[in-house]
C-alpha cells in the first residue's frame, strides 16, 4: 500500500483546508485509515481515523466538532476536512493505514503500517 497525502497549506485562524490521502496498491475499505500530526518539538499525536470494515469515525478532542474525516471508495482515497483552524493545529500531517485494527489501538501510531510522506498546514494567527 502506498499512500500519497496532500492539501497542505497557509491559512488564517478561523479558515479551512481539505486534505486528501490517496491510497493505491490496495482498495482501502477493508483498512483503517487515519491522519496523525507533528508539530516541531513535538511527539506525532492522533487526529482522526475511519475504521475498516466498521466504518467508525474517531477524533482526537482537540479537533472533534471542527475536522470530519471521510472517505471514497471509488478514487480510494481518505479525506480530512478541517475547519475553524487554529494556530495550534499547525503540523506537518500524515495519513496513515492499517489493517484489522481494534478500536482500542486506533489512536496509537504503531498501530499503523503504512504511512504517507506528510504534507505541512499551517495556520496563522
Known amino acids: 500500500v502506498q499512500l500519497q497525502a496532500s492539501g497542505g497549506g497557509l491559512v488564517q485562524a478561523g479558515g479551512s483546508l481539505r486534505l486528501s490521502c490517496a491510497a493505491s496498491?490496495?482498495?482501502?475499505?477493508?483498512?483503517?485509515m487515519g491522519w496523525f500530526r507533528q508539530a516541531p518539538g513535538k511527539e506525532r499525536e492522533f487526529v482522526a481515523a475511519?475504521?475498516?470494515?466498521?466504518?467508525?469515525?474517531h477524533y482526537a478532542d482537540s479537533v472533534k466538532g471542527r475536522f470530519t474525516i471521510s472517505g471514497d471508495k471509488a478514487k480510494n482515497t481518505v479525506y480530512l476536512q478541517m475547519n475553524s483552524l487554529k494556530a495550534e493545529d499547525t503540523a506537518v500531517y500524515y495519513c496513515?493505514?492499517?489493517?484489522?485494527?481494534?478500536?482500542?489501538?486506533?489512536?496509537?501510531?504503531?498501530?499503523?503500517?503504512?504511512w504517507g510522506q506528510g504534507t505541512q498546514v499551517t495556520v496563522s494567527s
Open positions: 496513515a493505514s492499517a489493517l484489522r485494527t481494534m478500536a482500542s489501538m486506533i489512536r496509537i501510531p504503531s498501530s499503523y503500517t503504512y
Open positions: 496498491g490496495r482498495t482501502f475499505s477493508s483498512y483503517t
Open positions: 475511519v475504521r475498516g470494515g466498521v466504518g467508525s469515525t
